[in-house]
C-alpha cells in the first residue's frame, strides 16, 4: 500500500484530553453475541492504561451490536425517531458494560446519559461532566446527542466539543483513512493528514459528514486508527502506531 506525505498539523503527542468513540460492534463476541467480556476486559485494560500514562478519557459507544435506527427505520415497520431512540437505549446497555469493566479495571468511571434515566446512571450535563473529568473519572457518554437522525459520530464530537477535549480518537478496524477499502484494493493510499474540508470533500466514509462539519468549526482533530493488536488507545495516543489525524 502506498502512504500519502505527512502535511502540517498537530501532532499527536500533543493531545492530553481525548474522546474516544467506539462502534458497538467493537463489543461483540466471535460467535455474534451482542458482548464479549473478554474484549471488553481488554478494552478496559487498554483504557486503564491511557489513564495511567496520563490520558483524561470520555468514551462515546455507539449500539450497532444490538441495534441501528436508521435499518431497522429502513425496514418499512417503524419509523425513524422510535428506531433511533431505541438505538439510544443500545448505547446505554453497552455504556453500563463499559463503566462495570473500567471499575474492575481499577479505573474510576461514570456513565453519563443524555437521555435521562435517573435510576440507572446519571443524567449528562456538561458542568457535572467537566467536573468529572478534571478529578480523573473516565467519563462513559451514553444515549448519543439525546436526539433522533444523528449519529454516535456526531455525538462524539458534540461532546468533545462541549468538554474541551483535544481531539476525537475514532477507532476503527483499519489504521487509518484510506482513499479506497484496503481490504478490496490494494493501490488505496492511508492519509497520514487531512483536514476537515478535504475529508468532507473527498466523501470519505470514516466519520459522518455532519461530525466532520462540526469538528471543524469547532478546530477540533480526530485521530482514526485501529485498536486491534499490535495497536491499542494508548499506543495511537502516543503516536508509536500508524493512524490519520484530520485536523483544521
Not at 29 to 42: E, F, I, K, R, V
Not at 66 to 74: D, K, P, V
Not at 128 to 154: E, I, R, S, W, Y
Request: glycine share 8%; net charge positive; with cysteine.
Amino acid at each position: 500500500m502506498r502512504f500519502s506525505r505527512n502535511k502540517k498539523g498537530p501532532t499527536v503527542a500533543q493531545f492530553r484530553r481525548i474522546l474516544v468513540k467506539l462502534s458497538g460492534e467493537a463489543l461483540m463476541a466471535p460467535d455474534g453475541y451482542w458482548l464479549d467480556p473478554q474484549t471488553l476486559s481488554g478494552l478496559a485494560q487498554d483504557l486503564a492504561q491511557a489513564t495511567r500514562a496520563g490520558f483524561e478519557i470520555a468514551i462515546v459507544i455507539g449500539g450497532g451490536n444490538i441495534i441501528r435506527g436508521a435499518r431497522m427505520s429502513a425496514a418499512g415497520w417503524i419509523d425513524r425517531p422510535t428506531a433511533d431512540s431505541m438505538g439510544m437505549l443500545g448505547t446505554v446497555m453497552n455504556s453500563l458494560a463499559t463503566e462495570t469493566a473500567l471499575n474492575a479495571a481499577g479505573v474510576a468511571a461514570r456513565t453519563m446519559s443524555a437521555v435521562s434515566m435517573p435510576t440507572i446512571c446519571e443524567t449528562y450535563a456538561r458542568q457535572p461532566a467537566l467536573h468529572h473529568l478534571d478529578k480523573g473519572q473516565v467519563l462513559v457518554l451514553a444515549g448519543g446527542t439525546g436526539n433522533p437522525f444523528f449519529t454516535t459520530d456526531t455525538a462524539a464530537v458534540l461532546r468533545a466539543a462541549e468538554l474541551r477535549c483535544d481531539a476525537v480518537l475514532k477507532a476503527t478496524q483499519v489504521d487509518g483513512v484510506y482513499s479506497a477499502d484496503p481490504k478490496k484494493n490494494p493501490d488505496a493510499v492511508r492519509f497520514d493528514r487531512l483536514t476537515h474540508d478535504e475529508a468532507i470533500a473527498k466523501d470519505l466514509k470514516v466519520m459522518d459528514t455532519a461530525a466532520f462539519a462540526l469538528a471543524r468549526e469547532s478546530r477540533l482533530s480526530i485521530i482514526v486508527g485501529s485498536v486491534h493488536a499490535p495497536s491499542s488507545v494508548t499506543a495511537l495516543l502516543q503516536g508509536k502506531v500508524p493512524s490519520t489525524v484530520v485536523s483544521p
